[in-house]
């Protein structure tokens, strides 16, 4: 996350013209010279112009660039903002503005996935905890029900978030309802990003207490962290707006004494 700091002199520096050196973006933004150095390689800032002794020369609109990709990072992810801001670099905004659709699709999902769990976790009744009954289903059938491989399910069960019966005659795994149900309960808390150790005590905790209440922090903990994201993703839009305008109103080259390339001879 940006430190509100940083944003006010990140901010300062978009009016004042002057030229950049590698170290005054890396201050700013608390990153390393190194840091700025590779972001431009990426593709995530425009390429600096050099002196006649081939030294980097940033501008405002690199700052732009840099606090736009670090207001990004929280709700879209390292990989995602990145391609964001290549795609600006490419003046491709149309692409920018796909993928940036994407995460707010991704973030829509997560909630319905959320509200899917609560329902879910609503119809663990104290009756629906009881043990093995007389039917149930084979591995492969639960797998293709579940959208996922049988060997998940198997991994499911050797992490002891499953506890099926093994069919006395064929020895082939079988999984009864309250199975089921706590199979459909882990594919529900993988899709919100939590690890199968995580799962674990939650599943035991509801076996134990037939109840919500074990689940009642983990889904505050969720709908909060879907909230950041939200608002990530808020602040993310912001800051590459501000960008754009920069790209609009600002050149990246500079003097003519300035020139596009050259060895890299930047100081620290």
Same mark, same amino acid.
């Given at each position: 996350?940006?430190?509100?700091?940083?944003?006010?002199?990140?901010?300062?520096?978009? /009016?004042?013209? *002057?030229?950049?050196?590698?170290?005054?973006?890396?201050?700013?933004?608390?990153?390393?010279?190194?840091?700025?150095?590779?972001?431009?390689?990426?593709?995530?800032?425009?390429?600096?112009?050099?002196?006649?002794?081939?030294?980097?020369?940033?501008?405002?609109?690199?700052?732009?660039?840099?606090?736009?990709?670090?207001?990004?990072?929280?709700?879209?992810?390292?990989?995602?903002?990145?391609?964001?801001?290549?795609?600006?670099?490419?003046?491709?905004?149309?692409?920018?503005?796909?993928?940036? +659709?994407?995460?707010?699709?991704?973030?829509?999902?997560?909630?319905?996935?959320?509200?899917?769990?609560?329902?879910?976790?609503?119809?663990? *009744?104290?009756?629906?905890?009881?043990?093995?009954?007389?039917?149930?289903?084979?591995?492969?059938?639960?797998?293709? /029900?579940?959208?996922?491989?049988?060997?998940?399910?198997?991994?499911?069960?050797?992490?002891?978030?499953?506890?099926?019966?093994?069919?006395?005659?064929?020895?082939?795994?079988?999984?009864?309802?309250?199975?089921?149900?706590?199979?459909?309960?882990?594919?529900?808390?993988?899709?919100?990003?939590?690890?199968?150790?995580?799962?674990?005590?939650?599943?035991?905790?509801?076996?134990?207490?037939?109840?919500? *209440?074990?689940?009642?922090?983990?889904?505050?903990?969720?709908?909060?962290?879907?909230? +950041?994201?939200?608002?990530?993703?808020?602040?993310?839009?912001?800051?590459? *707006? +501000?960008?754009?305008?920069?790209?609009?109103?600002?050149?990246?080259?500079?003097?003519?004494?300035?020139?596009?390339?050259?060895?890299?001879?930047?100081?620290?």
């Amino acid at each position: 996350m940006i430190r509100p700091y940083i944003v006010a002199v990140m901010g300062s520096d978009l /009016q004042t013209g *002057e030229r950049l050196r590698p170290i005054d973006l890396a201050r700013a933004a608390g990153l390393s010279t190194q840091a700025v150095r590779n972001y431009e390689e990426a593709g995530i800032l425009p390429p600096a112009a050099r002196t006649t002794s081939g030294y980097r020369v940033y501008t405002p609109v690199h700052t732009a660039a840099l606090r736009a990709f670090l207001a990004l990072l929280p709700g879209h992810g390292h990989a995602t903002a990145t391609a964001i801001m290549r795609a600006v670099g490419r003046d491709a905004p149309e692409e920018a503005f796909r993928l940036i +659709a994407g995460s707010h699709a991704q973030l829509l999902e997560d909630r319905a996935t959320l509200l899917a769990v609560e329902r879910a976790l609503g119809d663990l *009744e104290p009756a629906s905890l009881a043990g093995p009954g007389g039917g149930g289903l084979f591995v492969g059938p639960l797998a293709r /029900q579940l959208g996922v491989r049988p060997a998940t399910l198997r991994a499911w069960e050797r992490a002891g978030l499953v506890r099926p019966r093994r069919d006395p005659l064929t020895g082939y795994r079988v999984y009864d309802e309250a199975d089921v149900r706590d199979a459909r309960l882990i594919r529900q808390l993988r899709r919100g990003g939590y690890l199968l150790e995580q799962i674990a005590p939650l599943i035991t905790q509801v076996r134990a207490a037939g109840g919500l *209440e074990p689940l009642e922090g983990t889904l505050r903990d969720w709908h909060g962290r879907l909230a +950041a994201r939200g608002r990530a993703l808020l602040s993310g839009a912001a800051a590459l *707006e +501000a960008y754009l305008r920069s790209r609009e109103e600002c050149s990246v080259g500079v003097d003519p004494d300035i020139r596009a390339a050259g060895p890299s001879l930047d100081p620290a």
